[in-house]
């Protein structure tokens, strides 16, 4: 089987090295515009894949906000042409997205059919990359709070705080599913193969929990105090874009992903070992899906890390 990766950055990488020993073309940005209807027919067309894994996205969330139509051009406009392509082609078309398409509100884990709602700029474009894959009878997979070896993420983040930091504050009413970048890569790929019919799929780990919750469990297995991770609310760290309060995710249309807390410590030593690639700290985020996680701010965290953030 032949396969097309779109994007660079950490999840990516990781198909890629699901992929080992099989026919792959992984492109970068810099080797495929996605905005560049003539550049994708002519990869696709050229390469003849059978899976194409589209991990290109903007997903800088609070930048959406004021350049929403950059972000849409990207998110939602390219998708079109590339799974317009891509049933040309034959090929299978497996499209990553967001908890964000949700609006947070519900309570309860968002289905598969759930009714959507977002409630930010960047949600509303993977909105739109979601139905123009659909359109053309393809795979969306929905994932959220992703984290790995690839790249700069929220739990490597804690890491490092654990020592250069005293305490550190994390968001306590923001609720998820961190989920292992490998894990979702081999999730991809086992979709891809299933046979199951097109159309979307949720793709998070099992269970769930805080920022909070996920910092503490990392300063346990760093053998630190978790008592120096102290929760605040999301309010204490406005930003551009609003958050909703709760991402969870129902996987019911496949196998799930292992839980996150078992995924996290079978990541733990990839995770505590140097940064394998992925973009520097403040580049824009154009790559996979490195999504979900929070900002830091002096001696406090909140908001969101993955997307976009900073150290002060």
Not at 20 to 44: K, N, W
Request: with cysteine; aromatic share 6%.
């Amino acid at each position: 089987m032949r396969w097309l990766i779109t994007g660079g950055g950490m999840l990516a990488a990781d198909v890629r090295a699901a992929l080992t020993g099989e026919p792959v073309l992984a492109l970068r940005r810099s080797e495929l515009d996605l905005c560049d209807g003539r550049a994708v027919r002519d990869a696709v067309l050229g390469h003849r894949p059978q899976v194409v894994i589209n991990c290109a996205a903007w997903t800088a969330v609070d930048a959406a906000e004021t350049c929403e139509s950059e972000a849409l051009e990207i998110n939602g406009h390219a998708v079109r042409p590339l799974a317009q392509v891509c049933r040309r082609a034959g090929a299978r078309l497996v499209h990553l997205s967001t908890d964000y398409v949700f609006d947070g509100e519900s309570g309860r884990p968002y289905h598969e059919d759930s009714p959507t709602g977002p409630v930010n700029a960047y949600g509303r474009t993977k909105l739109a990359g979601e139905r123009a894959a659909l359109d053309q009878g393809h795979y969306v997979v929905r994932t959220a709070w992703l984290y790995g070896a690839g790249g700069p993420n929220f739990v490597r983040t804690m890491i490092e705080l654990a020592g250069t930091r005293p305490t550190v504050d994390v968001v306590d009413d923001q609720r998820g599913q961190p989920t292992w970048s490998a894990d979702l890569a081999a999730f991809l790929v086992r979709l891809a193969r299933s046979g199951l019919p097109p159309g979307v799929y949720h793709g998070t780990s099992a269970g769930e929990t805080t920022w909070h919750g996920l910092a503490t469990e990392v300063f346990r297995l760093l053998g630190a105090d978790p008592g120096r991770v102290r929760p605040v609310p999301g309010t204490a760290f406005p930003r551009p874009a609003r958050r909703p309060a709760s991402g969870v995710l129902a996987c019911t249309r496949c196998e799930p992903i292992r839980h996150w807390r078992e995924a996290l410590h079978a990541a733990w030593p990839a995770l505590s070992g140097p940064v394998l690639s992925g973009p520097a700290v403040g580049e824009p985020a154009l790559g996979g899906p490195t999504l979900s996680g929070p900002t830091l701010s002096g001696l406090a965290v909140g908001g969101e890390v993955g997307r976009q953030w900073g150290v002060a």
